[in-house]
């Protein structure tokens, strides 16, 4: 009777350690974090899911490029863990709900097609600020020919190329002058890709895109088919040395870090949530991504928050955050 009763009570303590062990462990079973949102951050959060693989290959993610509205609509509805977002927060989302954290810095940036018949002018004089503004919110001048009072026989209509999808380059870009995406006109297409390939075919178009859909990550040479509009910043009418910054990818974020590049279209990217995360997955892989994640950062063709920035975000995401302590 009492081996038996031994028996029994060695086989109750087992089950229960065993059940114990399996409920406190997050790594023998495969747990999923679900992103939709900007095309800007798309590349990066890609890499930072193929690097955490490798120290938690239990995590399975699912990220999608749709937009920062998306990203945004999704994160409010539940239907994604994490949006990823590419403009500033406006005070009617945060009262929505919305927690946030910022991850590193980016730009939209002007875009003309390569083989623009203007291109050796507008590499020397820029378009300034109030031009792109009249361009892209009145579509006037309607002609490439009208900007540097050419009469030509041929006219070369300026093709105006925005997104049609809700975005944070589009609000981005609008807010460089003073406007919002809904105040942009022109032709209508759907994400970063459809923006860049509309200007690639058009040799009038002009157009706006996140850095990485202009640059080349592997090679940092701008891809084929794509320009960037130099921004005339201080408005004299010619693009001067400081505002030369343009030739490859190294060399824009060089300027991007030191300010050369106007903000906006120079912004943050975030994630975004509908308010502060309960799951413990979530929140170790955002300390790493603020951590370890960091080294990252540039050699995704982005630029690094600054050290003080990043404190404070890894302040957020620290448990005592939780609790208010």
Known sequence: ?????????????????????????????????????????????????????????????????????????????????????????????????????????????????????????????????????????????PTWDSIFKVNSAVRNPISVYTRADAAGAADSWAAYFGKNQEDLKGIGVAGDPGVADAVKKDKNGIGYNNTLFVYDMKTGEKIPGIEVVPIDVNGNGRIDSSENIYQDLPTFLDALNEGKYPSPPARDLYFITKGRPQNKVIMDFFEWVLKDGQKFVHTAGYVPLHREVINEQLKKVSPSEAYGL
């Not at 029994?8 to 087992?14: E, G, M, N, Y």
């Not at 792109?132 to 919110?137: D, E, G, L, R």
Request: net charge neutral; hydrophobic share 40%; aromatic share 10%.
């Open 1 to 141: 009777m009492k081996a038996r009763l031994l028996t029994l009570s060695i086989v109750l303590i087992a089950l229960i350690f065993n059940s114990c062990g399996s409920s406190n462990s997050t790594e023998d079973k495969e747990v999923s974090i679900s992103f939709s949102g900007a095309f800007a951050l798309y590349p990066l959060v890609q890499k930072w899911a193929e690097e955490y693989n490798k120290i938690h290959p239990n995590i399975r993610f699912d990220i999608q490029a749709g937009g920062a509205g998306k990203g945004l609509t999704d994160a409010i509805n539940g239907a994604v863990d994490v949006g990823m977002f590419s403009r500033e927060i406006t005070g009617a989302e945060k009262s929505k709900g919305i927690w946030w954290i910022s991850l590193c810095k980016d730009a939209v940036l002007p875009t003309m097609n390569s083989q623009n018949p203007y291109r050796e002018m507008l590499m020397l004089r820029g378009l300034k600020k109030e031009e792109f503004k009249y361009i892209f919110t009145e579509n006037h001048p």
